[in-house]
């Protein structure tokens, strides 16, 4: 089995389409026409980790956060970046990294984390914006089935639990062809009325090229008219963060226990008690102090995410109990959900989890 194939299963898993803008995600270092020895995953493709990957004969190591996130001018093993991709590089290691991809993921980061703390109902918190194309076209009431299945085959009309989504109603178009025309309805240089239909469908944005594709080799008309819009509609499938509840309420204090027991955290820096149940509570695995009114909008009694300064903890305004339970931490089942998703797609092939404890914060 080459890379490339169990890039393509990974892209199932975390479309890198879905990733943020400032990330760095997919296939970092490596040729992705090697034939594949074995897989590593881990949370952070440290040296030691390309140590471990070269021990166990992985020549592939997906990795959650990526090694490399900002361009490097050189490469000589002045830091910790630079070595790991050194020794990767000499000893021919791939490295895939899947981050924002599989955070924005509805299956992803965050759903983990509320499913380990056992709430329901799970919901994205903050729903992913400007990610919802409109394809509209037109064409005879004789093809017009034709285009809709093949684009409902590529992924158009998806919206929710629903799929085969489109809005159709009819018209009719008027147009003349020039003496190189060739037109399926009508004669050339003759001005044509003929009855249409006109198709609307929306599509997640990374799909357009699949979308026109499809649509030119399944339309009857020379000349295919076509319109493409970007919608404000929020994706209510794709986004980051989570928010879900309890079956029975608990008071904070022992809320901040149960937290700290199913994530392994050893300390939670949290804002003053608010003396509510926490029966709603919001999640964002890694930093997410950005999504804190988000939280609170959202109803939330308790918001759990990473890296807060200390004026973020004002933020909370006595409206939700807002908690740092540390960053690996919020994270840390990440790895765990790669590795099974990777053995139900590809069995029988050889899948690790690290062993290597990658997290740098320490507890005294």
């Given amino acids: 089995m080459k890379i490339k194939e169990i890039l393509a ?8 389409a879905y990733a943020e803008d400032f990330d760095n995600v997919g296939l970092l270092t490596g040729n992705a026409e090697t034939e594949a020895t074995g897989i590593l995953v881990c949370h952070d ?14 020549n592939l190591v997906v990795c959650f956060h990526p090694i490399l996130f ?5 490469i000589t093993g002045a830091n910790y970046v630079e070595r790991s991709i050194i020794k990767a590089i000499k000893n021919d290691i791939a490295i895939y990294a899947v ?70 109603s009819e018209g009719f178009s008027t147009y003349q062809g020039n003496e190189n025309s060739n037109p399926t309805v009508g004669n050339k240089g003759e001005l044509t009325q003929t009855g249409e239909i006109k198709i609307e469908v929306t599509f997640e944005k990374h799909l357009e090229n699949k979308m026109l594709k499809a649509l030119f080799a399944n ?64 999640v964002l695995g890694g930093s997410g102090s950005f999504a804190i009114k988000n939280a609170i909008k959202a109803g939330a009694d308790a918001y759990l ?3 807060l300064k200390y004026h973020n903890f004002y933020e909370a305004e ?18 765990n959900y790669i590795v ?19 997290n740098p914060v320490k507890y005294l």
């Fill in 99 to 168: 981050h924002t991809a599989l955070d924005n993921h509805q299956n992803g980061v965050n759903r983990i984390f509320a499913e380990a703390l056992g709430l329901k109902d799970i919901k994205i918190l903050v729903p992913k914006s400007n990610f919802i194309r409109k394809l509209i076209t037109y064409t005879t009431p004789e093809n017009a089935k034709q285009v809709r299945h093949a684009l409902f085959e590529v992924g158009a009309g998806t919206i929710g639990n629903y799929d085969n989504c489109s809005f159709n």
């Fill in 9 to 16: 299963v990974l892209e199932e898993m975390a479309p890198l």
């Fill in 305 to 307: 995410t990473a890296d």
């Fill in 70 to 74: 900002s361009g490097l001018k050189k």
């Fill in 219 to 282: 339309h009857i008309y020379e000349e295919v008219a076509y319109e493409i819009y970007t919608l404000e509609n929020e994706h209510q499938n794709i986004g980051l963060g989570a928010i879900g509840t309890f079956e029975n309420p608990m008071d904070e204090q022992k809320f901040l226990q149960h937290v700290k027991q199913k994530m392994q955290s050893p300390a939670i820096r949290h804002s003053d008690f608010t003396g509510k149940k926490i029966s709603k509570v919001a």
């Fill in 318 to 335: 006595n409206q939700l109990l807002l908690a740092d339970i540390g960053h690996f931490e919020s994270e840390r089942y990440t790895k």
């Fill in 340 to 358: 099974d998703f990777l053995q139900k797609k590809i069995p029988n092939f050889a899948i690790v989890l690290s062993e290597m404890n990658t």
């Fill in 45 to 58: 493709a440290l040296e030691s980790v390309i140590d471990e990957a070269i021990s166990k004969n992985c």
